[in-house]
């Protein structure tokens, strides 16, 4: 079993496991084996959210796994059309009874693009409070919407969700929820292999006798941010999981940091740079 670290999570107090298994895209059979197979194989955190229509295969895979309900860690986001009050606390209901659930362990503002953010904010801590989420948090939110959010005098996410990888490094936002005590987690860590075999990654890949992949899973670990590839390939969920077990050098850590070229994978990504007011 790989050393599966964890990374605290500031206002809940709870811990995340530094790595996971993404599953947009994982549809019906294939989205319960791949995760079956995960939370077999040392796998602890499972993403899923309300747009995937996945959560009900998420939930019958933690039943199928036979694991204990605290080992394991489940994030679900609500999806940009439940934004507000009333919808966002139905929301959350109707995903918990799609996971068969009694809570999960964080929820997400999917994206800021949704609108009302301070009032579904607001809501979100409130469903903190009653213990239908151990902790909650954002994606897709950039400096300017996070630095809105803080000007409410609101508790902060634990969390933010964002694109991140070798070729788009998200420096600002980084910093950022670094200095506020925000953890960083990466979707498209891999920028869903975009860029492979079009850059310098290549040479470093092949000096270490490593895949691309996999330097791109280390090294967003190894800058302590939460990294949740999506695979329906057993072998690569195991391939991915290794990076746990080997480092990257100071040397080597500098040289990807000069690959960022703000590349975009995801369309998502674009959220986060919508003035405040219009989503506020």
Excluded at 82 to 93: D, Q
Excluded at 124 to 131: I, R, V
Excluded at 178 to 192: D, H, K, M, S, T
Excluded at 207 to 219: D, F, P, S, V, Y
Aim: aromatic fraction near 6%; charged fraction near 25%; glycine fraction near 6%.
């Amino acid at each position: 079993k790989s050393p599966m670290t964890e990374v605290l999570l500031r206002s809940s107090k709870i811990k995340i496991p530094i790595f996971g298994l993404g599953t947009w895209t994982s549809k019906e059979n294939e989205c319960v084996s791949i995760c079956v197979h995960a939370l077999k194989n040392g796998y602890k955190l499972i993403d899923t959210a309300t747009l995937y229509e996945n959560e009900a295969q998420v939930g019958e895979a933690i039943r199928q796994a036979n694991v204990k309900r605290e080992d394991v860690f489940i994030t679900t986001k609500l999806a940009t059309d439940s934004h507000g009050a009333e919808n966002a606390t139905k929301a959350l209901k109707t995903s918990l009874a799609k996971l068969g659930l009694d809570y999960v362990d964080l929820y997400l503002i999917h994206a800021p693009r949704g609108g009302k953010v301070v009032e579904t904010w607001k809501t979100l801590l409130e469903l903190k409070n009653q213990g239908l989420t151990k902790a909650v948090g954002v994606s897709n939110f950039g400096v300017e919407q996070l630095k809105g959010l803080k000007a409410t005098g609101l508790e902060m996410p634990d969390l933010n969700q964002i694109e991140l990888h070798v070729w788009n490094q998200q420096k600002e936002t980084v910093d950022f929820c670094n200095q506020e005590g925000i953890v960083v987690e990466a979707y498209c860590p891999l920028a869903r292999c975009r860029r492979f075999g079009q850059t310098k990654l290549k040479d470093l890949a092949e000096k270490l006798g490593k895949t691309e992949a996999e330097i791109c899973l280390r090294w967003t670990v190894q800058k302590g941010i939460v990294t949740i590839p999506k695979t329906g390939n057993e072998k690569r969920l195991l391939t991915n999981l290794s990076v746990l077990e080997w480092t990257l050098s100071e040397e080597e850590m500098k040289e990807i940091e000069e690959l960022d070229e703000q590349f975009e994978a995801s369309s998502a990504v674009q959220s986060m740079r919508l003035e405040w007011e219009t989503v506020a």
